[in-house]
Every structure is written in structure tokens, then in C-alpha cells.
């Protein structure tokens, strides 16, 4: 396996240094030199499937199959995020024409536009490692915006990221743009991260991971002189709530696409879903056990590194060894991949100890019982911020329904009526971001084409030269 | 004068938790709710105007006319958020139709819609009595989006500020809304503050006033167990290049129009000028002579208290002790109404010394004369973040207005090229907030219709029932 040497803190500076430098040729890049780049990136994926795959599967361990259809995820974004720039989202203005008269009524002419931040800092992910890594959404989002980007490239699959940042630098030179558009930095320890963050000439900060390691790095942005925008995807336990009417009708079905869920990918997802709400009648109880079944059933392949399994192998014994746990499935601990766990516990135990609302990144699920729809509420309000909330059978308009759709806004920042958490579409009306702790920043989202909000700041032309407004305020 | 007294620990308890108990009604308050409120608390204001502009200016030595017209500009707001309520905007929803197929093109429908936050707490200014205060903007806005608010009401002037709530409060009940969708608690100490934005049901805090005040504010919501946005309007330098287009075609009307502004509401403005920045030759300078003898000419009316009076004063001592600094226009000191005060400086001097660019809160303005346009980059560069930059002769579309343009638009979130940094219209397209320190969060406004955007969360609903995405996700 390829080993990471940290960048020095010299190029470090270098990398961010030219990305300032290649500020200004990004933010008034046209739409098609934009949309030209985004292309070519996912071109050039394609083109080196042959050997990315490969050196993905190697350091990363999550299979072809699955490796394969994250790279065409990835290109399908890349070519979105193009479409988006092509169809002109990223320079669209508001115009409010000058009313004559005294104020309040009467005004200046003002033409809202937005310009790009610059240089953005981006944290790839371990768990996606293209999707969210090197030419990930970040990335896309962030050039489609009109600024460089400076990726800090997970130290889980340093190989696959050097191969894939030297493809990118590729093409940035090949359409003759300057080289600071895209740089990659490394580093094993949290010294690069932490330089990266607290560079003057760094003006946002884009990052998928821990809540730990998020946390930690928001704090930085937040200490420098000049704070910056940290927009941190963390962790989530996503709960699902699995309601009678659900359960009655299609309760084997769910079951299993539950189980996938869960196992899915090892249970390596921000979104994999970490606790499920049932009812304490036979047919929920009944329902519980063919989820059991299911996951007991599952082979998840092995973790992305050893790390990530000790972590999973600690959060399972935090969980297992609670006194109000009962463990459903627990196969006997091993090396290599782990099964998956599902444990139960009830109401008023889950709403009590923190420690059980915290994610197991792994192929876990809790199990929690409740009485009523008000102890349904209570355990999704002790939740406080999850990426998503999943609701089976809350099809109807009826009082109950409602209520915990409202809950589920509450605390989440996508709330599924079908289907399974895992699994996020790139369109406009996505929105991958909730409350804390799940993101730091919940009004944006690092999946969908909104993402490109995060790196356009309003500015305000008032009594602007038409020229100006004519080229949306980008000069 | 009227005297403050803190609110006590549990009367900010209680106004918060009617706030909360009233964030799903005013959640799901209609658009003709709303507007409603927005109308009747302007009609309110405009009923009682003969009562509440007398005690304004009792309190805040503003005089009538500058009230009044503040009176009409926050009922105007008001009238123009319900406005925009009912034609929809903060219910707006974007709609993805399902695509069939496997991912990334196929997708489950998702239809984003935005999520009132919950209570909001609001800080009011000193120096807008109507406008930045009790039914100033940043309620207004609150409202529009469908969250209650808690003010915390500005110690400059309390009664004001009492029979504002007591309005508020009548009209809230006259609508049958419940009594939580308004309260105001208030204090001198910094620890009501600081209670309000440490409680655990306050979801969001807008603030206008003081770097100071606002970051100490700020940090306290980002220490929170659960932080919150914390939307911060801070001071500003609001810096003016007069280019010598413009001092050549119109330095005399400019002349007059700048000290007009410099000398606004005795300085006391986010908006006010501080900075003036202009070329070495002979015209430029007797322009700045210009400025200085219609400054001098101005009679501001009294500061609003004698904490920014002395405030004033020390920034001035400040100023004109320097050793790189020149005395332009320096009446001699007195009791009352401060006369106005213009210095200056070389570009070296100012970039040099971080004292410079700190925000002197009055009739006060340094001018700041440059030898080349690389030199006003420097300057610019050297302010970091401000609210408003004003180009006054950058009309024509060439390289070095470009490079202004650009660099304005870089520190600024407002950018004008005619007119004067003070008066704020407010429209859909108007930007009140520039990057640090200016704003805590540049990416907002606190002025015009897209304030609401901070009170507004998005969620993604996926194959949400039909219903639901009827009613915009708010149940």
C-alpha cells in the first residue's frame, strides 16, 4: 500500500498560493470554459477507469461493482454541475430597476449578483472515494462556482488520489487554464488540515467526515483572524420509523431492503441508517425479527481500513454492554469484514443516554420501541440533527402523519417517505446537510446542484454601469 | 429618561418558551396569516406614530424628521415582507420529477421546500430607534418566514422600545395569534444577551451593532452545545475612491453629497463613509479641501448616548494621535453634538497600522491618498471586509475599473458606482452584509427580502405524498 508523506508547510503555501493566483481567471470564466473543464474531468475519468478502479479496490476495499458505478456517479455529477453552469444558475442576477421619489419608495437601481469566494478547501471523504474525494461533489460544485480548489486528499487511498489529481492537472493544462485551479495536498497527520484551514488566502472550507474531525476543523475556520465559511458534513444516525401501516403491508419487502441498507457498503454511509423506531405490538416486534434475520444474512465486505474497524468494533461494545441493550444479532467478533448488529432497547433508556445516540460508522442498527406517536416524537427530538429521517407509512394526511413530519423537518434536512436513506440523488431539490451535529452549516447542502451556493457570495451593484451588469457583475 | 432592568432568568425562560410553544402555529401560518401581521403591526406603528416619535426622539436626540422617515421606512418593510409572503416566496418549493432507471440518472421525486427555523432572537441597534430595532427589519423578516421572535431590546432606548412590544403584543393578540409569536426582554449588563443566545430552544440569532458585541455574541452561539446561526451585522469603513473622472466632472456636488453622508445621523450609520480614498494630484486634493470645508460647515445633531460619544471621542484621539496621520478638519472639542472630523494619510500609512481601519462610529472620515491604481487595490485589500464599497468614476468599461470593480467586490457586499453608502433600499436584490468583520455570515443579508433566507432551512422531501408537497412541506 502506497504511503502518505505529509506536504510540507512550503507547499502547502505553494498550493494555495496559486490557487489565489487563479482566482480571478476562474471567477470570470465563462460559462463554457467552465462547463469545458467539468467535462473534460469526467471524460478523463472514464477514459481511466482501466486502472482508477483498480487502485481504488486495492486501497479501499469496497469491490468493482460498486466502485464502477461510484465513478459513473461521479462523472454524472461533474457533467450536472456543468449543465447548471451551461444553463447559467451560477450568474443569474436579481434586477430591480430604479424607482423614482424619496425613500422608502423610491431607490437606486440594484442588481444582485454573485461572485465567486475563491480558493476553496476541500476534505475528501474515506468512505467515497470519488464520489466525495478528489473529483467529488465538492470539487464539482466548487469549479462550476467559479473557484479554485485545493483538495486535501484522504490518507485512505493516498494512491488513488495522486493518480487522480495528476488526471485533473491534466486537464486544467490541456484547456490552457492556469495550474492553481486544481492542487492536491496530503498528509497523514492533522497538521496539513489544520495549515490548509488557517491559510490566509483560503476563503471557504468544504468537508465530508467525522463529527470529531469536522468539528475540530470548524473551530479552526472560526479562530482565524478573518473566520471563513466551514460547511462540514458529519455524522449521522438517520432514523427510520417504520409504522404500523408500513409494516402491515409490506413488512417482509421492508425487512430486507432494510437490512441491504444497513450492510450497504459496510455500513460506511453518512447516510446509513442507525436506528429504526417500531411499535411495541407483535406484528412491529415481528417485523424487528425479520430485519434480524435479513442482516444476520447480509455479507458486508471488509471496512475501508483498520481504523474505521476499530471504531465500529468500539461503538458496538458501547451499545452491547449497555445495561438497557438487548443484542438481537451478534455474530461472533472476527477479523476481516464484519457482520452486522442489531440491537433493542427501549424509549425512555435511548432518550436518556446520549451515548446511544452517537453513530456506529459500521454495519450497526438500534432497534428502539416505542409506545406512541408522542414517544415516537420524543426519540426523534433526542436525535436533535440527522441528515435524514425515514418515514414508512406516513402516506395519509392525518394528524398523527403529520406531527412527525413536522418532527422529521425538524431535525433533518431530507425526509424520505419510500425507500432507504442510502442512496443521494444529485438534482437541484436535493439538500444533503441537517442539523448539528450532522452538518455545521444546515441552510446549505454538499449534494445537488445547490451545492454551488456555498462558494457564491451576493454582492449588491447599485447604480452599476450596464457593461457591468451585462457580464453579472463577473469582471 | 427611562431606566432598564434586566429581564430576570426566568422571564427570558418564559418569553422563549412561548416563543417555541408558538413556532409550529406560526410555521404553518398561511401567507394571508402572515401578511396580515406584517400589515396590521405596520398599520399599528403608522396609528401611533404621534405617540412613539416623540418618545424616539426623547431617547435618541434623532429629531422628528429623521423618525418619521425611519417611522415610514420600517412600515414600508413590513408592507413589502408581506408582500412577498403572499406572493409565495418563502413557500417556494423545487420540484425533481422520479426518473426511472438505475442511478446516478435515476432518482426517487424530490421536492425541496424550506423549513421555518423556530424562535428567533433579535438584537436591536441603537441607531435605528424603528428600522434596526423592536419591528425593525430583522423581525419583519422573521416573521415573513414564519418564526416567532424574541427581541432583545436596545438599552438606548427602553420606552421606546416598551411601547413598540406593547403594540406588537396587541396586534399579535387582536389577530388571534397566540402571544408567544412576539416577546421583548431587555437589559443593560451583557447577560440577558448571552442568556438568549444560550437558550436551548432559540434556534437562530439576528444582530445588528458592534463588532465587539457581535463576535462576543457569536462565539457564545458557537459554544453552544448545539450552535445556531448567528447572523451578525458588524461595523464597517465603507470606503470611497473618488477617481478623478468623477472629481473632474462633478468634485463639487460630490464634495457637498460626501460630507452630507459622512455627517448623516451624526455619523452614527453601518453605512457611514469612513474612509475616502483619492489620487495624489492637484485636483483630487483640492477636492479633499472641498470635503473638509463643507464637512466642517455640517451641524450634526447630538450623539444617541454618551457611551458613543466618548466612544467617538476616543476613536478621534486615536486618529489624530498618530504620527503618519494629518488633522484636516478638527473642531475643538465641547460638550453636545460632535462636529465632524476628516484626516489623513498615505496608502503606506494606512495599510501599515490595523488601528486605521478600525470603524470610527461618527462624523469622522480619513482620507487616504494614493499614487496609482495598484496602490487602491492595496487599500481596498488592506480594509478586508466592509458593508458597501463606492466607486465614484469607474463608469466606463476599462482594464483598471475592472480591477476596482473586482477588488470591491471582493471586500464588500454592496458596490456602488453613483450616490452615497447611506440609505439602504429595500428590495429582493439588496445586499446588507460583506465579509468579516463586517458580517458574521456574508453570505446573508440583513436588509431586503432575501433577509428571510436566514430564518428558512431547506429540506428535501423524497416521494413525499402528494398532499404534503401541496402544502409546501409545512404541516
Known sequence: MSTVQDTTPSGIDAAVAAAHAAADTMATASAGTRAALLRGLADALEGER???VPLADEETHLGPARL???LDRTCFQLRGFAHQVLTGVPFAATDDAAVAGAPPAGRPRLTRVRVPVGPVAMFSASNFPFAFSVLGGDTAA??????PVVVKAHPGHPALSRATAALASRVVSAQGLPAGVFAMVEGASVDVGVQLVRHPQIEAVA????????????K???ARPRPIPFYGELGSINPVVAL???VAQHGTTLATTLAGSIALGCGQFCTSPGVLVVRDDDMSQAFVQQVGEA???ATPHAMLHPGIRSGFDAGVQRVQSHAGVRTLVAPPHGEGAPKGRLFATDAATFIADHALREEVFGPACLVVTVRSIEETVAVLRAVEGS?????WGADDDTADNRTLVREAERIAGRVLFGGVPTGVAVTAAQQHGGPWPSSTQPFTTSVGYAAMDRFLRPVALQDAPQWLVDSSGLV
Chains 1, 2 share one sequence.
Open 142 to 147: 466548487a469549479l462550476a462556482a467559479g473557484c
Open 207 to 218: 468537508f465530508t467526515g467525522s463529527v470529531r474531525g469536522g468539528v475540530a476543523l470548524w
Open 68 to 70: 464502477n458505478g461510484e
Open 50 to 52: 482501466g486502472t482508477l
Open 295 to 297: 442482516l444476520a444474512a
Open 387 to 391: 441528515l435524514t429521517v425515514t418515514l
Open 220 to 222: 479552526e475556520a472560526n
Open 244 to 246: 404500523p401501516a408500513a
